[in-house]
């Protein structure tokens, strides 16, 4: 292997991981908002704290509940097991399950917090006309909220894409597989390649400063 394949190797992995990651925090951030905004229920309050939880469980934690709940020793993880015949840890799926758990917090709170700014007489001026609670929040209330999605987009991104202690535990250490640039950068210290280890830190260094300064930028 090449110094430059075994740098770049894991850089692109790891943003095809947080990609992946974000398309599923996305979707299922965005859901979750637009539902957690306009329904009131019994244990709501209770669901929302498990929604924000990954923000301050320790990732290792975070990594042994993945486990423990995608594992061959728990139904969901035999079931899994059994559709896709192979187990789900220690796979490239789980890594992206891993960035997209501690991840799904900044989209879901950013998405939430957009669409709690919107006029409700403009979504309820659209109801008036006939549209139904999820054409309003697709056709009126996303669009209003579009920078604190894009905020949401951005954070998610750039969390996913500095995982470590969760994806290490669930996912592994696998070279060309579960290997993202974190933990990359460990396993480099851990065998002096302090060359490799810096530049690896750097780029993601670089690409996350790049992106939170376009979003300080454009939300000024």
Do not use: C
């Not at 190797?9 to 299922?28: C, K, W």
């Not at 409700?120 to 604190?148: C, Y």
């Not at 851990?190 to 280890?197: H, K, P, R």
């Amino acid at each position: 292997m090449t110094d430059i394949s075994a740098f770049f190797d894991p850089v692109l992995l790891s943003l095809q991981t947080a990609a992946a990651a974000l398309v599923v925090v996305f979707i299922g951030g965005t859901a979750a908002a637009g539902f957690m905004k306009r329904r009131p229920f019994f244990g709501k309050t209770f669901v929302e704290t498990i929604f924000l939880l990954p923000t301050v469980l320790p990732p290792t934690v975070t990594g042994f509940l993945l486990i423990v709940i995608f594992g061959n020793q728990h139904i969901i993880g035999r079931l899994l097991e059994r559709i896709f015949q192979q187990s789900l840890m220690f796979t490239w799926w789980a890594a992206v399950l891993a960035a997209a758990v501690v991840a799904f917090p900044f989209m879901y709170q950013s998405v939430k917090t957009g669409l709690q700014q919107v006029d409700e007489n403009i979504e309820h001026a659209a109801r008036t006309d006939g549209a139904g609670e999820w054409k309003v929040f697709l056709f009126i209330s996303l669009p209003l909220s579009s920078r604190a999605v894009i905020s949401g987009v951005i954070l998610s991104f750039t969390r996913a894409l500095g995982e470590f202690g969760a994806t290490f535990m669930f996912a592994g250490n696998l070279p060309g597989v579960t290997r993202t640039v974190p933990i990359a950068v460990f396993t480099a210290m851990e065998s002096n390649q302090m060359q490799l280890a810096w530049a690896w830190a750097a780029s993601v260094v670089v690409l996350s400063f790049s992106l939170l300064f376009l979003l300080r930028k454009w939300s000024i």
